[in-house]
Structures are given as C-alpha cells and as structure tokens.
C-alpha cells in the first residue's frame, strides 16, 4: 500500500515538472536571442568586408587613418560597430557605410525606413512607431516617420525627374480597342496655414482597358494606370504623357471618360484630349455614383414619384419626360432659396443630359465604367476621418505612395536601379532637371514633345 502511495506521489511530481518545463518556454526571450546571434553574425560579416575592401582602396592611392564608432538601427535590432575611414586628397570615404547604404547622420538602415513607409500608407506615423517598436524592438518615433515620409516625396521628386533624363527605350504599348478614362478630386483636409477649415484637393486620375472577372463577384481592372497630383493642370499633362507613351492609339481606338462634370474633369477636358490623339470616337459618361446623388440631393424635398420620374428618364434616356419632371418641380417651388436650389440642378440636368446616356445604348459595355469611387477608397481610406489633417507635400506624398504600395513599386522608389542612372545623369555637367523640365503654368506643355527635345540636347553634348 505504501509502494502504491509512493508511486503515485512519484508520478504526480514527474507531471507538476513536465508542465512546468512546458510553461518555461519564453518566445519573446528566444527571439531576442535569436535577434542578438543575428546582431553578431552581422558584426562579422562587417569586419570580414572591411578586411576584404582595404587592398582595392590602397591601390586606389586611399590611406586608412582610423575607424570609427556608428550605431544604427535595422530591422534586427539597434547595433553599435566599428569600421576603417580611407582618406586621399582630403576626400574620406567609409566602403562599409557605402555597402549598406547609410548616407552621413542616418541612424535608421533603409530598409527599415523603407518598411516605415510601407506601414504609413496603413497607420497614422504614431502607430508606425509603436508597430516598428513591437515587431523589431526598435524605436522609431512619429518624427522620425515623418522624415520617411519627406524623403518618400523627394525620391518622387527625383524618380519624376528622371523620365526626362533617361534614355529612351522603345516598349511595347498597350494596344486595345477601347481605352477607358476617369477622373475626380479628392478632398483631404489640410492644417498648412493653420485653418483647419481648408479642404486640399488631389487630382486623381486612372487609366485602363477594360474590367475582367477573376471570381466570383471580384473584378480586375486591365492594363490600369493611375496618378495623383496636387495641380489639376499639372495632372492632365501628365496623363497626356502617361498615354503617349504607355498605349497604342489609333483612329480607331474608341474613348471613353467618365466623371461628375465638375470642374477640372468637365466633358471639355476629355475631349480635348481625344482631339490631341485623333480619336475619332469619343463617349463620355456624367459618373452614375455622382448623377444619382445629386439627383437625390434636388429631390429629397418633393414627392418621391418626382424622384423616380428623373431616374426613369436617365434610364430609357428620354429627355422629354425629363423636361416634363422639372416643369412639375418647378411648379412646387415656394421660396427663393428653392428657386435657386432648382435652376442649378435643372440646368445641369439639361446641360450635360447627353452623358447620361446609357452604355448599352451607345453600344458599349457597362463593366469598366464608373470605377473612380471604388479607386478612391484606398486613399480615402487612409487620408481621410479620424481627425486627420495633411500638409501638402505629406499629402500628396503619402497619397502617390498608397498607389505605389498597390502596384508593388514601392520598394523601386527606395532601392531601383534608376537611383544609380538618375545620380549619373544630374551629375553629367552639373546638368538639374529644372533647367529642362517645364514649368507649371506653361499653357503649351507636352511631355512628349519635350522628351525629344531633351534628346537633342543629349545628343549634342
């Protein structure tokens, strides 16, 4: 009975310290093991490269003098090392920071900033920081963020300037039938001068050649391109050169636009670009999403039939029963303030009835058409609520590097090859894109044409 008892206490203590030693595993603990054997394999490997690169910068006539101490954060934690400072002429230059990519004063890798701006084009820049400091155990503050952010723009800046600098290479356009245009404004707020009252405007345009199903209920957009600018003059220019250059458009290529009429995106604008290319065929659409709800803002207060004889003329694009529906409203009318509320939503109505003409009664289709809210919504999404206010160059920064995250080039703007090309290009007889690129307010700008002028001016250096 005792042996029984005995065995039995043998047990239950066996199975206390099972569980316990089950208990005992710490993964915060193992990774930050984990993070220090990384940290010291990364010492090596800087030690090792320092060592390797010292005979090619002695026979490049460069002498080491001393080394130094610098202490960077990366994404596997802060780290303090050591490496040779190589001197001739006066000029220094340090081959471990030029190996991994830290310019003088920088305390942050730039992959690290590079997934900080990842994450600010989800998060407010304060929860950058705290996501950064969770994952990596690295603090990153809101400022810090905000620099990414500066610098996200001036790398935009740089890349933008860079297309009139390149040198040409023929690519294959885009070749469709139909080539599909929409744009629209989007309203952010802004505190620059400080009101807090003052609405910023994001020209926002995008191209494509159709809509795809990719399952059920889910579409794709093909061949879509889009930008975003602060100038709405400044957009349409670029989206003239966005055309030239990435689609094929002939005489047959049939057009077709889409917007809420309002201004900057009126008919006018989207004909004058079909003029510019010779298309022949051109269709524009008055946005359903936005005709519908100004036709619900004007009707709100009269009879709900009088609603639905607007939408009914809309879809059998019957414009006498149009005229016959505003007739009656007009004659509900009772104050001055109706009055005027009326006739600028008649003569809208009126005006720009012709773009409200069906898709399949001009013999096109509807799937591809009406696409700008759905696009608006990963901007919206982020810029906009929650009591955000934006300066105009964080803006219209984090706003083009939302688009950029979506398309997957984001990582191209912070480590392409034409960082490299771009740095040859302004260095060339101290050359700047300035003294080249046209100015904002120039009423006869076309990009394409002043890429071959640019052309010239290479060739003849």
Known sequence: M?????????????????KNCMKQFDELRFSSQEQEKTKQNFLQHIAQYDESISSSM??????????????V??????????????????????????????EKNVRHSQELLYQAAVLATKLPYRQVGETIEMVYNVTVTKDTVNKVVKLANQLLEEKDDYRFFKEE??????????????????????????????????????????????????????????????DNRLARRELLDLLENEYEITNETVLVTNSDCGKGYTPHVFTEIAKSFNIKRHEHFWDEYHLNKEIK?????????????????????????????LDTIESLVSSEEGQEKFEYYSSRLIRNFQYTKPAEMRGLPKAGIGIMESQHRKITYRMKHRGMYWTSEGGIAVANMILLEREGKLRDLF??????????????????????RPKNDSKDYKLPRLHKNIEKIFKMK
């Open 415 to 436: 480590f392409g090859e034409w960082k490299e090309n771009y740095d040859k290009y302004t260095s060339l007889d101290h050359i700047s894109a300035d003294s080249v």
């Open 73 to 102: 954060a990366f994404t596997f934690g802060e780290v303090t090392f050591s490496r040779k400072r190589w001197y001739k002429n006066g000029e220094c230059r340090v081959p471990v920071d030029e190996m991994l990519g830290l």
């Open 297 to 325: 803002e004007f009707t709100k207060s009269y009879p709900r039939e009088l609603r639905e004889d607007l939408f009914q003329a809309i879809r059998e694009h019957d414009k006498k029963l149009l005229r016959r529906s």
């Open 58 to 71: 002695r026979s490049k006539g460069y002498r080491c003098k001393n080394q130094a101490e610098r202490t």
């Open 2 to 18: 005792m042996t029984c008892f005995k065995n039995h206490t043998i047990f239950i203590r066996i199975e206390r310290e099972m």
């Open 169 to 230: 290479k023929k690519i294959e356009k885009i070749k469709a039938d139909i080539i599909y245009i929409e744009g629209d404004g989007v309203y952010v707020k802004t505190s620059e001068d400080g009101s807090e009252k003052k609405n910023m405007d994001l020209s926002h345009f995008v191209v494509h050649t159709g809509s795809k199903q990719i399952g059920p209920n889910r579409f794709e957009l093909e061949n879509k391109k889009e930008l975003i600018r602060l």
